[in-house]
């Protein structure tokens, strides 16, 4: 059809073609940001919704109050530590001066130092009984660290009985709710190819092709490709289905629409030359005479042998001669191509072989 047509209208045409394009591009755009956002029509659930909220809220207090204790008794300890440290460096140090200074003592055996070794063992005792205290309150401590530990157990394991025991009620809510959203998304993208289907069938050749067409791509993306990531585990079903369907309705409307043209094509070839003539559109004729088939049965024909002058399938004239200058042209052709005289002024009988003449 393309070398029929005139340069500007080649160029028209492929301008035409990319307004559909665009115009298909901001719908897709425009459905992606919709398909989207649709779930947002449904509220999110979380699985505590589905827990008794008196049990749930006990239990969650019970379980920050653990780790509220756990933190204080963690600090607690760490303080504890620290203080049981410097009371062992200082008794340790202490411990080392004493002994240096009991074995200076035994080597002088001065009676006047008994008086400072009880004050020395005094001091020494009361370092010991401070590390003693220390050691007690670490003791201490870790007990109590070990208690909110144990609360906190038994808190986390009450909390997860709760999301056991609402597990099921969640997940059958989260299946009905991906449900809806699916059916809210069907429901936006099955009628976009019902409409595509119908335009296909009754506006593909109308003055507004272009935006026919691009609706009808945007259509088909919007069901094929844009749905795919949001369906369920049982959406491969839909969307097969209704592929098989629309593959089946469009097959049958071939099938048809080619028995039509079958028919069509025996009632034209058995209508008279003239006739024929009269129905076929000049660029139809010459879109197929480009294409090396006959215009009026559209069966093969070897246009470039200069002794066919007639379809042998049909018997439509495919060639002429000019009546001003007798060069060889085409029936179609409303000039001739040497002389340029119109072929409504030009029409010469068709030769005719000299045996047939004699």
Sequence with gaps: M????????????????LVAFVFAWFLVGLGSLVVGDLPQVE????LEDFMPPDRAAQVRLEQQTAERLRDQASSALEQ??????SARTSYAAAREAFDNWVATRSATQRADQDTELLTRTRALDQLKDAERRAATAVEAQQQQQLDAQQALARAESAWRQLEDSARGQW???QRAQELRVFLYRLA?????????GWLFAKKRRSAWWPFVWGFIFFALFAFFVELVPYLPDYGGYVRYIVG???TVVLGRAAIQAFNRYLERQKRQEAMPDAQRRVELSYDTALSRLAKGVCPGCERVVDLKD??????PHCGIGLFDHCGACNTRKSTFARFCHACGTPAAASEAPVPVPSDLGR
């Design 2 to 17: 393309s070398k029929a047509l005139r340069l500007p209208e080649k160029w028209f045409r492929r301008g035409l073609w």
């Design 171 to 173: 997940q059958d809510a």
């Design 306 to 311: 200069p002794g066919i002058d007639f379809c």
């Design 43 to 46: 509220s999110v659930q979380s």
């Design 188 to 196: 936006l993208t099955l009628p976009l190819l019902l409409v595509a």
């Design 244 to 246: 098989i369907v629309l």
């Design 80 to 85: 504890a530590q620290l203080r049981l440290r």
